[in-house]
């Protein structure tokens, strides 16, 4: 029994290990195909997201919201509840954290950043609890549900930052900056590290105690391997998947509050570049555990923040890293196939 335990843990390392060098190497192929070298690309790639403090802190500050709105995901998903709403999700607790800057500039920081982190994460909550709603008391699919809701909140964002929130000295679609006393305090001099990661990560630690150490968790988790059996034993179907979507769009709003008070100073459509739909990805490398999470962020964190410069100084196409991305995910989704094909042969 314990060869089993210790087989099974090491194959929640293993396995994404592999997936992740398996795409590396037919993402080679494709770069190869494109005409160019690489062995250059990725060195050009990797020594920009982790090669320098510079690097690594950028990756680390792309990777926070990765992180939050993947944690999130890994709640609901750990519940069979497949929401991809976190992109829109993020937009609305960036622009709630932008609101309750811009309205109440007077407070200190000690009052105010934890004000904007609660109203942020409501905002992101709310959200999914659309969703929520409408999967719990009437059984829609949450999946087109939560694909809906990122359009309206992305065009609901973009009538108050074009609108009533516009800052009017400059000609983009943006709010006036937000008072300084909103800043997130910089962790790192002279780099753009923010405590927004260190939020992230604590929030990665709070799934994990929440899953696996609380009854709360042991609800969550029941309902996603046997929604029948949970109910049976008294657990409410409707109310559970109320409370994982509740956490998990107030986890991405987190992620959109850190992005504003973080790294833009502003609210904007783009604090986030499809973070939410990436974060899907983060969770899904992690093999939906909150602790991989932290790793599977970063890992993504820095194929984003080094595909830049490899277009600049490769001349590969960014997009290649995209294509790096979806392998990853097919390369996990085959090997936990084979996995569970070998189990149920066994």
Do not use: C
Not at 15 to 38: E, K, Q, T, W
Not at 126 to 152: Q, R, Y
Not at 223 to 238: F, H, Q
Not at 252 to 266: H, I, N
Request: hydrophobic fraction near 55%; proline fraction near 5%.
């Amino acid at each position: 029994m314990k060869f089993i335990s210790l087989s099974s843990r090491g194959s929640r390392i293993l396995l994404p290990a592999i997936s992740v060098i398996g795409a590396l190497l037919l993402g080679a192929v494709f770069i190869v195909i494109s005409g160019h070298d690489p062995i250059a690309a990725y060195s050009i790639l990797f020594l920009e997201a982790f090669g320098s403090v510079s690097g690594l802190a950028d990756t680390l500050v792309k990777a926070a919201p990765l992180l939050l709105a993947g944690v999130g995901i890994v709640i609901a998903y750990k519940s069979s509840v497949w929401t991809i709403g976190a992109e829109g999700q993020i937009l609305l607790g960036g622009l709630a954290a932008a609101w309750v800057a811009l309205s109440l500039p007077g407070l200190p920081s000690i009052v105010l950043i934890p004000v904007i982190m609660i109203i942020s994460f409501v905002a992101g909550a709310a959200v999914a609890m659309i969703a929520g709603v409408l999967k719990a008391k009437l059984n829609v699919n949450e999946i087109i549900t939560t694909l809906m809701l990122n359009s309206i909140v992305t065009y609901f964002v973009l009538f108050w930052v074009s609108g009533p929130l516009k800052d009017p000295g400059v000609g983009y679609n943006q709010t006036e900056r937000v008072p300084l006393a909103a800043y997130l305090p910089i962790i790192l001099p002279d780099t753009r590290l923010h405590a927004g990661v260190i939020i992230a990560i604590m929030a990665a630690i709070f799934a994990y105690v929440l899953l696996s150490r609380s009854a709360l968790g042991y609800r969550i988790k029941a309902v996603g391997l046997s929604p029948r059996a949970a109910k049976y034993a008294g657990i409410s179907i409707p109310r559970n998947i109320l409370i994982v979507m509740f956490l998990s769009g107030g986890l991405a709003g987190l992620a959109g509050m850190g992005e504003v008070l973080g790294v833009s100073r502003v609210m904007m459509l783009d604090i986030s570049p499809g973070y939410g739909y990436t974060a899907i990805l983060v969770a899904l490398l992690a093999r939906l555990h909150p602790i991989g999470t932290i790793f599977s962020s970063f890992l993504f964190a820095g194929l984003l923040n080094g595909s830049v410069t490899m277009q600049r100084a490769a001349g590969v196409p960014s997009s290649l890293v995209y294509i790096i991305q979806a392998l990853v995910v097919i390369f996990v989704l085959a090997s936990e196939y084979v996995t569970r094909t070998k189990k149920g042969g066994g």
